[in-house]
């Protein structure tokens, strides 16, 4: 189980950085270009996502510190 909790929270991780990457640059570019359309349509249609895929990554992060780490034995012992 633990290691499915810690696949979404990779996962979910990699797309909330990667999307909120582009959010922001996007946003930013739109700003720079003055391109309300842009601003306007990344916060309609990105965001959404964006903060979906942050908090599957707080609940599975918050669900992981619930779980042990198994033990790895030192080679030599």
Do not use: C, D, H
């Not at 499915?4 to 979910?12: A, E, H, P, T």
């Not at 942050?54 to 198994?70: D, E, V």
Request: charged share 10%.
């Amino acid at each position: 189980m633990r290691k499915i909790i810690l696949g979404i929270f990779i996962l979910s991780v990699i797309l909330f950085t990667v999307l909120g990457t582009v959010l922001v640059f996007g946003q930013m570019l739109g700003l720079f270009t003055f391109q309300a359309n842009w601003v306007i349509g990344l916060n309609e249609n990105l965001a959404s996502t964006v903060y979906f895929m942050t908090s599957i990554a707080a609940f599975s992060g918050y669900l992981l510190s619930y779980f042990k780490q198994p033990k790895v034995e030192e080679e030599g012992k």
